[in-house]
């Protein structure tokens, strides 16, 4: 990990998450101005490596700015099983359940994440309820999308699954900002 932590001020790339966050429930500008500044300490990640890893507790919590990464299994002959795509205004460990992660989480492509400690911290205090709504309200999101790609792999036909998923990635890159109706980068 060393060298891949660097200071920065923040470069509008928060708004990615403040979107997202928005998408749920109304913020406060003081709610608003706390994501932006996240934007301090950055992290890098290179495409394949795993963010945290299945079985581990996800220590410090973290805002996707830049890249794909996804929640997976890896088999024991290295095929593997992806549950779910993160995308930019994604969060990473930020609702931190009791107990290690399920499924490792790894970077595919090169990826950027701002430590979401500070929002982490005011949303336990109770200092940012429309943060404590928004989280709140991710969760039942994230639960339809994977019942989505259960239901994507065990009944769709290849072309329905793609898709089915191709859509559902154009609607969420849509939210933050990141394509429209028609189309979305790749």
Not at 160 to 185: I, K, T, Y
């Given at each position: 990990?060393?060298?891949?932590?660097?200071?920065?001020?923040?470069?509008?790339?928060?708004?990615?998450?403040?979107?997202?966050?928005?998408?749920?429930?109304?913020?406060?500008?003081?709610?608003v101005e706390?994501?932006?500044?996240?934007?301090?300490?950055?992290?890098?990640?290179?495409?394949?490596?795993?963010?945290?890893?299945?079985?581990?507790?996800?220590?410090?919590?973290?805002?996707?700015?830049?890249?794909?990464?996804?929640?997976?299994?890896?088999?024991?002959?290295?095929?593997?099983?992806?549950?779910?795509?993160?995308?930019?205004?994604?969060?990473?460990?930020?609702?931190?359940?009791?107990?290690?992660?399920?499924?490792?989480?790894?970077?595919?492509?090169?990826?950027?994440?701002?430590?979401?400690?500070?929002?982490?911290?005011?949303?336990?205090?109770?200092?940012?309820?429309?943060?404590?709504?928004?989280?709140?309200?991710?969760?039942?999101?994230?639960?339809?999308?994977?019942?989505?790609?259960?239901?994507?792999l065990g009944?769709?036909?290849?072309?329905?699954?793609?898709?089915?998923?191709?859509?559902?990635?154009?609607?969420?890159?849509?939210?933050?900002?990141?394509?429209?109706?028609?189309?979305?980068?790749?």
């Open positions: 990990m060393t060298g891949r932590l660097t200071p920065r001020s923040a470069l509008g790339q928060l708004d990615t998450v403040v979107r997202r966050l928005k998408a749920f429930r109304g913020l406060s500008e003081a709610e706390l994501i932006r500044g996240c934007g301090d300490r950055r992290e890098r990640f290179a495409a394949g490596e795993e963010i945290v890893a299945e079985g581990e507790i996800a220590v410090r919590p973290r805002f996707i700015l830049s890249g794909w990464a996804c929640r997976q299994r890896v088999l024991s002959d290295g095929r593997r099983q992806i549950f779910g795509f993160l995308l930019p205004g994604d969060s990473i460990g930020l609702r931190r359940r009791a107990g290690p992660e399920l499924a490792s989480i790894a970077a595919l492509t090169a990826l950027e994440t701002a430590d979401a400690e500070p929002v982490h911290e005011a949303a336990q205090s109770g200092r940012a309820t429309g943060l404590v709504r928004a989280l709140a309200a991710i969760e039942p999101t994230e639960q339809a999308l994977l019942l989505d790609h259960v239901v994507r009944r769709q036909t290849a072309y329905e699954r793609v898709a089915h998923c191709l859509l559902e990635l154009q609607h969420r890159l849509e939210v933050v900002g990141l394509g429209d109706s028609q189309r979305f980068p790749l």
